[in-house]
C-alpha cells in the first residue's frame, strides 16, 4: 500500500490526530460530519460538505470544545477536561508515527470506521446502511 492510497488526501499530522482519539472523541467528529452534510443538504449545497475536510473537522473540533472548556471554567467544573480533541501537537507515540505505523489504527476493525468516516466523500449514515466499510 502506498501512502497516498493510505493517507487520501489528508496530512499525516491530521491522521496521527485522529488515529489518537478515543472513541468519544471519534464519536464527536462523526457527529459534527453527519451534522454538517445534513444542513448542506437541507440547504440544496451538497457540496459544501466536501469542504469540510479533516483538517477542517479538527478546528472546528477544537474550537467547540475550547468553547466548552470556557464555559466549563466558569462554572467551576473545569478540574480534569482533558481532550484529544484539544491537542494541536501530539505528545507520545503518536507524534512520531510513520504512514506503516499508522495502518493498524486504520484498518483494524475497532478504528475502521476512522477510514470510512474520513477518507471518502460518503457520508456517515450512508455507510451504515449500505455496509460499505473495510480498510483504506
Given at each position: 500500500?502506498?501512502?497516498?492510497?493510505?493517507?487520501?488526501?489528508?496530512?499525516i499530522?491530521?491522521?496521527?490526530?485522529?488515529?489518537?482519539?478515543?472513541?468519544?472523541?471519534?464519536d464527536?467528529?462523526?457527529?459534527?460530519?453527519?451534522l454538517i452534510?445534513?444542513r448542506?443538504?437541507k440547504i440544496?449545497h451538497?457540496?459544501?460538505v466536501k469542504?469540510?475536510?479533516?483538517?477542517?473537522?479538527?478546528?472546528?473540533?477544537?474550537?467547540?470544545?475550547e468553547?466548552?472548556?470556557?464555559q466549563?471554567k466558569d462554572?467551576?467544573?473545569?478540574?480534569g477536561?482533558?481532550?484529544?480533541?484539544l491537542?494541536?501537537?501530539?505528545?507520545?507515540?503518536?507524534?512520531?508515527?510513520?504512514?506503516?505505523d499508522?495502518?493498524?489504527y486504520?484498518c483494524?476493525d475497532?478504528?475502521?470506521?476512522?477510514?470510512d468516516?474520513?477518507?471518502?466523500?460518503?457520508p456517515?449514515?450512508?455507510?451504515?446502511k449500505?455496509?460499505?466499510?473495510g480498510c483504506?
Amino acid at each position: 500500500m502506498d501512502e497516498q492510497s493510505i493517507l487520501g488526501n489528508n496530512h499525516i499530522e491530521d491522521v496521527r490526530w485522529l488515529c489518537s482519539l478515543s472513541e468519544s472523541e471519534l464519536d464527536f467528529l462523526m457527529s459534527l460530519k453527519t451534522l454538517i452534510h445534513q444542513r448542506a443538504k437541507k440547504i440544496g449545497h451538497e457540496a459544501l460538505v466536501k469542504k469540510f475536510d479533516l483538517r477542517t473537522l479538527r478546528a472546528l473540533g477544537f474550537v467547540l470544545m475550547e468553547n466548552l472548556k470556557g464555559q466549563l471554567k466558569d462554572l467551576s467544573v473545569n478540574s480534569g477536561f482533558e481532550c484529544n480533541l484539544l491537542n494541536h501537537n501530539l505528545n507520545g507515540s503518536f507524534s512520531s508515527m510513520t504512514t506503516e505505523d499508522l495502518i493498524p489504527y486504520i484498518c483494524s476493525d475497532r478504528r475502521k470506521r476512522i477510514a470510512d468516516m474520513f477518507f471518502q466523500d460518503t457520508p456517515p449514515n450512508q455507510k451504515q446502511k449500505t455496509g460499505d466499510g473495510g480498510c483504506v
